[in-house]
């Protein structure tokens, strides 16, 4: 297979096409850029799809450069946003920078990654330095894009600094003499000033891959940690599975497509087989690539037992009362749920068991002023269809 023709497997737009194929016809080896936000502490199976990408340039001979973005997150991506992104302090910033490598490199190669922290050169540069650099961009340019030009029409406001996050993440590309960048499709205009900012300079423009968005946990929106509709590279084995089983029948074949590379003639025949059975073999092949395969079959196991045969799983969180009562003789079911789950809040509990979607011991919890008294046998409490807990005595 030609290399371009591998490249282009699964990207929706590719902008320096010609020049990139020149660069390879004279043997160089690219340098191909991927930038990351550090924004929580966790990346998610929406990154997945560029570091996919970014993998295959790197097992293709060519330089993998991970751009931290500490100082970017200063800022906040105003990419898809209809508003301001709330702004993080450099000590938050760092706190899940430090998270981000080790997750990174189960995908990426860390022998063959080089890893740069805009900060760098963005620390050094006084207020003059950034008159200077904003004299590249327009104002009329800037609204241009999608989500500003959006944002102004209904006189939602636009910061300054925002306008200046792509002229930013293009000096990136400046400084690193980049031949090529990496995205998802929201992030077109941000790459497309870092051509800009390179022909302005004189230098060769990189080429823009932009590749798809997947949809997140909601089915609706993107996946993005901003709206809480995520996977983790760092979920649990149980909680992957849980999530990668609870993506609707329709959006599991962007995952098909975008997470393990199917075409469309493989997810075709896939189609054939019923959901259910199509569902847990992607739960499987994705759980198992970041634990293990055996830990992908327990939860195989664990799901078929809950689901299919309306059993109790074999492992749950205990929560012994004696640790949790704070010598209470009495507590809160929704504060015994929150200690002992993922879930996020008590609104979500909440709207759980008045939904009918929370039980005790078997039995329909329909209030949520609940409380579970000191028990003299464990109980049982489950929320929703994958949160299971134990109160133990």
Known sequence: MDIIDKISQGIEQIIGADALKEKLADGKRLKVKLGVDPTRPDLTFGHLVVFKKLREFQDLGHEAILIIG????????????????????????????????????????????????????????????????????????????????????????????????PLIQGYDSLILDADVEIGGNDQLFNMLVGRALQKDAGKSEQTVITLPLLVGLDGVRKMSKSYDNYISFNDSAKDMFGKIMSVSDEGMWQYYKFLLSKTDEEVDVIKQDHPM?????????????????????????????????????????????????????????????????????????????????????????????????????????????????????
């Not at 760092?94 to 189960?106: C, G, H, I, P, S």
């Not at 760098?120 to 008159?131: H, S």
């Not at 500003?148 to 200046?164: A, Q, V, Y």
């Open 70 to 165: 500490d100082f970017t997150t200063l800022i906040g991506d105003p990419s898809g946003r209809s508003s301001t992104r709330p702004v993080l302090t450099k000590e938050e910033i760092k706190d899940n920078a430090t998270t981000y490598l080790d997750q990174a490199f189960k995908i990426l190669d860390k022998e063959k990654t080089t890893v740069r922290y805009n900060s760098e050169w963005f620390n050094e540069m006084n207020f003059l330095d950034c008159l200077h650099l904003t004299r590249k961009m327009t104002v009329a340019r800037m609204l241009e894009r999608d989500d500003f030009s959006k944002r102004h029409k209904e006189n939602t406001p636009i910061s300054i600094i925002e306008f200046l996050y």
């Open 277 to 393: 059975a199509s569902k847990k073999a992607l739960a499987l092949t994705l759980t198992g690539s970041f634990h293990s395969v055996e830990e992908a079959k327990h939860e195989l196991a664990q799901f078929e037992q809950v689901f299919s045969k309306n059993k109790i799983p074999d492992d749950m969180p205990e929560l012994a009362w004696a640790e949790i009562s704070n010598n209470e003789t009495s507590i809160p079911l929704v504060d015994i749920i929150l200690q002992g789950s993922a879930l996020s809040s008590k609104g979500e509990i909440r709207r759980l068991i008045k939904q009918g979607a929370v039980k005790m011991n078997g039995q329909k919890i329909s209030d949520a002023t609940t409380v579970l008294e000191k028990p003299t046998d464990d109980v049982i409490i489950q929320a929703g269809k994958r949160v299971f807990v134990k109160v133990t005595n």
